[in-house]
């Protein structure tokens, strides 16, 4: 959102290897829920766009340069909508329940199990 992709991938890449690589010394008293909550966050609300305090869900996908792809599900009104995104598409499309009315990119779709395609 912000147009600071590197540091947006540094964050996630701290938060994702917290434990791994053992950052605070600490790792025998138990892994850093929070932190893997956060790694979460950063994909879902990050690099794809969720937003869900506006009007209605919406999405604006992104993806670090070097990645391949990436997805996540998230359950809207009892309807689980899948997003997939790769090096210059996402796709957008409900694997349950009902169709949903979202913003995607900033136009409101109706998303449904033939899903919507958008450049990226």
């Known amino acids: ?9 540094d964050f996630f ?3 994702t290897r ?14 850093h829920t929070t932190s893997i909550a956060a790694a979460w966050m950063n ?3 990050g690099f794809g766009g969720m937003r869900s305090d506006g ?3 919406s999405f604006n996908p992104s993806i670090p340069a070097h990645w391949k792809g990436y997805s996540f599900q998230v359950t809207v009104h009892g309807s689980v909508i899948r997003v997939d995104v790769a090096q ?3 796709v957008i499309r409900v694997i349950e329940g009902e169709s ?21």
């Open 1 to 9: 959102e912000l147009g600071r992709g590197a540091e947006a991938f």
């Open 13 to 15: 890449r701290f938060a």
């Open 18 to 31: 917290i434990d791994l690589d053992n950052y605070n010394r600490n790792t025998h008293e138990g892994i």
């Open 43 to 45: 994909i879902v609300y």
């Open 55 to 57: 009007e209605m869900l």
């Open 88 to 90: 210059g598409r996402a």
């Open 100 to 120: 949903v009315t979202v913003k995607v990119a900033g136009q409101v779709r109706e998303i449904n199990r033939d899903g919507v395609s958008v450049a990226i």
